[in-house]
Nanobody, 125 residues
Framework: QVQLVESGGGLVQAGGSLRLSCAAS????????MGWFRQAPGKEREFVAA????????YYSDSVKGRFTISRDNAKNTVYLQMNSLKSEDTADYYC??????????????????WGQGTQVTVSS
């Protein structure tokens, strides 16, 4: 089992920045990739970004590319999401996820085996 704990959410003005963290514990050696997803009220959960643990290759949704940066610190079993130039449409609950099954695609929610409890991000305009 893998446990994930997110932190760093909060309220920020449009144009501002936040950094989310996700700390993994448990069977962390089994993690192949980690990702961030978000879900706004009344909307489906959507992919934000992902990073492969071994080589650091990253993936982004078009809506955040150029504004958000995902990174990982394998020694700390932690993944980060640096969010810059935030917009009101970025307001959502953000979830960290871990893929322990070496799936070929990591940009969909179905690829992930473990999920954090979520952290709320509110961007005021």
């Amino acid at each position: 089992q893998v446990q994930l704990v997110e932190s760093g959410g909060g309220l920020v003005q449009a144009g501002g920045s936040l950094r989310l963290s996700c700390a993994a514990s448990g069977r962390t050696f089994s993690i192949y990739a980690m990702g961030w997803f978000r879900q706004a009220p009344g909307k489906e959960r959507e992919f934000v970004a992902a990073v492969r643990r071994s080589d650091g290759i990253t993936y982004y949704s078009d809506s955040v590319k150029g504004r958000f940066t995902i990174s990982r610190d394998n020694a700390k079993n932690t993944v980060y999401l640096q969010m810059n130039s935030l917009k009101s449409e970025d307001t959502a609950d953000y979830y960290c996820a871990a893929d322990a099954s070496f799936r070929t695609t990591i940009v969909v929610a179905g690829a992930y085996d473990y999920w954090g409890q979520g952290t709320q991000v509110t961007v005021s305009s």
